[in-house]
C-alpha cells in the first residue's frame, strides 16, 4: 500500500523535480496522474473536472505535458477552478480572482507561457502578490510583514512570490545556491523541515528554496526525488501507488 502523494512536480534545468508527502495518503487523498506528449490538455484537465476533481498542478518538460489531480474529500470547502494560459503575466486575473473570494492555487510558467489556476474557497485567507528581480529581498521584507512565502516562481525574466499571512510561530527559511541543493535539503529533513516552494532561475543560474520549520507531530515525512529521464520518475511513481 502507498504511503506517499505526489505533493508538487516540476522539471526545472533538465531535471525532474518530484515531492511526496506522506501526509496527503494518510488523509485518503485520492490522486491521478495524467501524461501527453503533443498538446496541452485542456481536454482531459475538464474531464476531471466533471468528475469532481481539482487540479494539484501541471508540469511540462521533454516535450511533455503533465497532469496531477485529486478528489477533494467529503466536507473539504473548495469551489470550483478556473484556469489560463497566458503570455503575459496575469497580475490583473489574478487580483480579480481575489475580488471575488478565489485563491491563486497553481501558477507556473511553462512552455514559454505563464499557467494559473484559480480555486475558490470559503475559508479564504487573503494572499499577495510580489514581482521581483531580488527575490531572497522581498521574501525577507514578507517575512518582516507577517507572510507566510506559499509559492516562488520564475519566468519571462522575472521572480514571482505568493505569500499569504502567517500563523503564530511560523517559522520559514531561505536558501539559494547554483547547484542543486541536495544536501541543504537533506540537512532540513534531519531537522524536521520541509520544502514549500523550490524554483530554478535559468538567467540568474540559481536554485532557490523556500523551507518551513515542523514540530515533530506535524512534519508530513516529505520525501525528494530527483531525475533527468521522466521514464525513472514514473516508475518511482508507479512504486508510490499511481
Known amino acids: 500500500v502507498s504511503t506517499q502523494s505526489t505533493g508538487d512536480l516540476s522539471y526545472q534545468k533538465s531535471w525532474w523535480v518530484l515531492l511526496t508527502e506522506r501526509r496527503l495518503r494518510e488523509e485518503g487523498v485520492d490522486q491521478v496522474l495524467y501524461t501527453n506528449p503533443v498538446t496541452f490538455p485542456i481536454e482531459k484537465i475538464k474531464s ?12 511540462y518538460g521533454q516535450q511533455m505535458w503533465i497532469v496531477v489531480a485529486d478528489r477533494p474529500k467529503p466536507g473539504d470547502k473548495i469551489g470550483p477552478q478556473y484556469l489560463m494560459r497566458t503570455v503575459k503575466f496575469p497580475t490583473d486575473q489574478i487580483k480579480k480572482a481575489w475580488g471575488v473570494g478565489y485563491k491563486v492555487s497553481f ?4 512552455d514559454g507561457m505563464w ?12 494572499q ?10 522581498d521574501i525577507e521584507k514578507l517575512w518582516n510583514q507577517r507572510k507566510r512565502i506559499q509559492k516562488i516562481v520564475c519566468g519571462d525574466g522575472i521572480w514571482v512570490i505568493i505569500s499569504e499571512r502567517a500563523e503564530p510561530n ?13 544536501e541543504k ?34 512534519f508530513n515525512a516529505q520525501e525528494l526525488f530527483t531525475d533527468m529521464d521522466f521514464g525513472n520518475l514514473y516508475y518511482q511513481l508507479q512504486q508510490l501507488g499511481f
Not at 501558477?107 to 511553462?110: I, K, R, T
Not at 535539503?185 to 536554485?207: F, G, K, M
Open 170 to 182: 511560523s517559522t520559514q527559511v531561505f536558501f539559494a545556491s547554483a547547484k542543486f541543493p541536495q
Open 185 to 218: 535539503i537533506s540537512q532540513w529533513y534531519d531537522n524536521s523541515t520541509e520544502i514549500e516552494a523550490i524554483c530554478y532561475a535559468p538567467d540568474e543560474r540559481v536554485w532557490a528554496v523556500v523551507g518551513a520549520k515542523k514540530d515533530h507531530s506535524n
Open 107 to 110: 501558477l507556473d510558467y511553462l
Open 128 to 137: 499577495s502578490l510580489s514581482i521581483t528581480k531580488t527575490v531572497q529581498t
Open 115 to 126: 499557467v494559473l489556476i484559480t480555486e475558490q474557497v470559503y475559508d479564504f485567507r487573503q
Open 48 to 59: 476531471f473536472w466533471s468528475e469532481g476533481y481539482r487540479i494539484r498542478l501541471i508540469a
